[in-house]
């Protein structure tokens, strides 16, 4: 087994599930599919959030380093984490939808407060504006990566989740 893997599914089941609980409210167009009663499904979660969150922090200090071998560095660093974030992400939605059948073909599904799974009205695509002094070695669009979703960790990402049903 590789490594990573190794390395997720300690920190997956280190996760107290009970300290963690998915911030967005129910909107008015929600409508619920079922509620996430298993520590693994909700610790994939978890973690995933937690590597996105490292990836943002790491482009931070990349941001602040003053010598461009530091940002060289940093970048891939970030760019590895972002990837593994999304790995995380995917396996975490496909999780998902393998446990509730409503969820399968929905366009467009989130977790809310209660780890309950709901089923909305795709939301429009948020284009991010992004302007980097100097670049500092951070590629836009790895940049532009990193941010997507970081205000909404909480919905699926509708490239993911938009499935023609046979």
């Given at each position: 087994m590789a490594t990573w893997l190794k390395t997720i599914l300690k920190e997956i089941s280190d996760v107290d599930t009970d300290k963690f609980n998915p911030p967005?409210?129910?909107?008015?167009?929600?409508?619920?599919?079922?509620?996430?009663?298993?520590?693994?499904?909700?610790?994939?979660?978890v973690v995933s959030v937690d590597y996105r969150?490292?990836?943002?922090?790491?482009?931070?200090?990349?941001?602040?380093?003053?010598?461009s071998a530091d940002r060289a560095t940093g970048s891939k660093e970030a760019k590895i984490l972002h990837?593994?974030?999304e790995v995380l992400s995917d396996?975490?939605?496909t999780s998902?939808?393998?446990?509730?059948?409503?969820?399968?073909?929905?366009?467009?599904?989130?977790?809310?407060?209660?780890?309950?799974?709901v089923s909305s009205e795709p939301e429009p695509e948020r284009n991010i504006g992004i302007h980097v002094m100097g670049?500092?070695?951070?590629?836009?669009?790895?940049l532009?990566?990193?941010?997507?979703?970081?205000?909404?960790?909480?919905?699926?990402?509708?490239s993911?989740?938009?499935?023609k049903a046979n």
């Open positions: 967005a409210e129910f909107g008015e167009k929600d409508t619920v599919i079922g509620t996430i009663e298993d520590d693994e499904t909700r610790g994939l979660w969150k490292r990836a943002v922090e790491k482009i931070a200090s990349v941001m602040l380093a003053s010598s990837i593994q974030a396996m975490f939605w998902v939808r393998h446990q509730f059948e409503k969820a399968r073909f929905e366009p467009s599904i989130g977790i809310r407060k209660g780890w309950v799974v670049g500092n070695g951070i590629p836009p669009e790895i532009a990566a990193l941010l997507q979703g970081i205000e909404d960790p909480d919905e699926a990402p509708p993911r989740t938009r499935r």
